[in-house]
């Protein structure tokens, strides 16, 4: 299957900073990645859906201008959650579709854990 | 929006047993997808479905793509300490392969040795 990788893991900052996570698709071109947000014991939330070279699309309830996207490339994607406060603190994931098969499936990285003090 | 039931919510069963869990949706599904989370860990894609009907093994796991395209199931065979997580099912309606998936909300799997 297609690699997806994200850094950091795991960061914990200030309530107040900027956090910027990176997902990238290392083996193969996604004009398409998509970004999550998963609290604990529940399942994954669609934030946004981000196209190389165009603005993202968020979904109703996210915030475009604290979770600001930028899709600057085929294989990579960044969130960064501006002025990060401790209800932020979340696991996000990220998921590329793989234009390489014939039906484009979306391929997860492995996440990142917020952790806002 | 799109609703997806997922069931059962949770499962605690014992090594070597079959397990089968399925997911019912309110609307028609041009793609199921059947992922596994373990923890601290994204999703990663055990089988994909793309045809009403269409019945796929992965080793153990067998799905099905339901006729009504409403509903999938997830069968693993001969259970393993290993198969620990949280498996979700996932749903693409139509739009195109860049549409966004919507999840059902999981089913903890818990294997006893």
């Known amino acids: 299957g297609a690699v997806v990788s994200q850094h950091p893991s795991r960061v914990i900052c200030k309530s107040g900073t900027s956090v910027k996570i990176e997902c990238r698709s290392l083996?193969?071109?996604?004009?398409?990645m998509f970004w999550y947000r998963q609290f604990p014991k529940q399942s994954l939330m669609l934030m946004a859906t981000s196209n190389e070279g165009s603005k993202a699309t968020y979904e109703q309830g996210v915030e475009k201008d604290k979770f600001l996207i930028n899709h600057a490339s085929l294989t990579l994607s960044t969130l960064t959650v501006t002025s990060a406060h401790p209800e932020d603190s979340s696991f996000y994931i990220c998921?590329?579709?793989?234009?390489?098969?014939?039906?484009?499936?979306?391929?997860f990285g492995p996440g990142t854990r917020l952790l806002v003090l | 929006g799109q609703q997806l039931n997922q069931s059962p919510q949770s499962m605690f069963i014992q090594e070597g047993e079959d397990v089968s869990m399925n997911c019912t949706s309110s609307s028609i599904f041009n793609t199921w997808l059947w992922y596994k989370q373990e923890p601290g860990e994204g999703p990663v894609l055990l089988i994909a479905l793309y045809k009403a009907g269409e019945l796929t093994s992965n080793g153990r796991l067998t799905a099905q793509f339901g006729i009504t395209r409403k509903d999938s199931f997830l069968n693993i065979s001969a259970s393993i300490p290993s198969d620990v997580g949280i498996y979700f099912c996932?749903?693409?309606?139509?739009?195109?392969?860049?549409?966004?998936?919507?999840f059902g909300k999981g089913t903890l799997l818990t294997v006893n040795p």
């Open positions: 996932a749903g693409r309606g139509s739009g195109g392969s860049n549409y966004k998936l919507t």
């Open positions: 083996d193969f071109q996604a004009t398409t």
């Open positions: 998921s590329a579709s793989d234009p390489r098969q014939v039906q484009e499936t979306q391929y």
